[in-house]
T-cell receptor
Framework: KAGVTQTPRYLIKTRGQQVTLSCSPI?????VSWYQQTPGQGLQFLFEYFSETQRNKGNFPGRFSGRQFSNSRSEMNVSTLELGDSALYLCASSSRMRAGPSTDTQYFGPGTRLTVL | DAKTTQPPSMDCAEGRAANLPCNHSTISGNEYVYWYRQIHSQGPQYIIHGLKNNETNEMASLIITEDRKSSTLILPHATLRDTAVYYC????????????FGSGTKLNVKP
């Protein structure tokens, strides 16, 4: 099976702009999670979507949002970009089959490197 | 949620076993231990996970102490390509897929 894909791989934006990142999960996976990785804060959980519904959210401002489509593909959006939003944004998918306890494994994509100038 | 403690860095000679420790003294009964690694600026790669029994797969072995307060990831024959940051994560099963990544251990495999 093809792995998790993320587009674009690299992106340069200026402060105040908005950006949309895309994630295609592994075929058959219905859960998609997003993470932000910065040198100072490390890997931090943003949110998870399962069956088109946001199930869990990390401690990020409302400028960070996401959605999931019926084919499980997901997008995340960051509005009014700030310099501190420069980071590697990672998407992970898992084969979770229900919205409850599960030990399914998350598989990560290569990430989108966002630079805000 | 349980936190993990890992040494910031370790060295290992190529061909030797790499033993990476992780402390998770506040782990609860329904929390699993997961290991991932991240090679520079790539997405984290899943290695192995376990609850209380030792686990082995083609990549590594996971040894969990009887009291579950610590674990060790073992790479039996480290190669230069194993140089990476290794993350030990305690995952709350009922909390969907919210993983807490700590600072990890930078493993340097040297020739």
């Amino acid at each position: 099976k093809a792995g998790v894909t993320q587009t674009p791989r690299y992106l340069i934006k200026t402060r105040g702009q908005q950006v949309t990142l895309s994630c295609s999960p592994i075929s058959g996976h219905r859960s998609v999670s997003w993470y932000q990785q910065t040198p100072g804060q490390g890997l931090q959980f943003l949110f998870e979507y399962f069956s088109e519904t946001q199930r869990n959210k990390g401690n990020f401002p409302g400028r960070f949002s996401g959605r999931q489509f019926s084919n499980s593909r997901s997008e995340m959006n960051v509005s009014t970009l700030e310099l501190g939003d420069s980071a590697l944004y990672l998407c992970a998918s898992s084969s979770r089959m229900r919205a409850g306890p599960s030990t399914d494994t998350q598989y990560f994509g290569p990430g989108t490197r966002l630079t805000v100038l | 949620d349980a936190k993990t403690t890992q040494p910031p860095s370790m060295d290992c000679a190529e061909g030797r076993a790499a033993n990476l420790p992780c402390n998770h003294s506040t782990i609860s009964g329904n929390e699993y231990v997961y290991w991932y690694r991240q090679i520079h600026s790539q997405g984290p790669q899943y290695i192995i996970h376990g609850l209380k029994n030792n686990e082995t797969n083609e990549m590594a072995s996971l040894i969990i102490t009887e009291d579950r307060k610590s674990s060790t990831l073992i790479l039996p024959h480290a190669t230069l390509r194993d140089t990476a940051v290794y993350y030990c994560i305690v995952r709350v099963v009922y909390n969907f897929n919210k993983f807490y990544f700590g600072s990890g251990t930078k493993l340097n495999v040297k020739p």
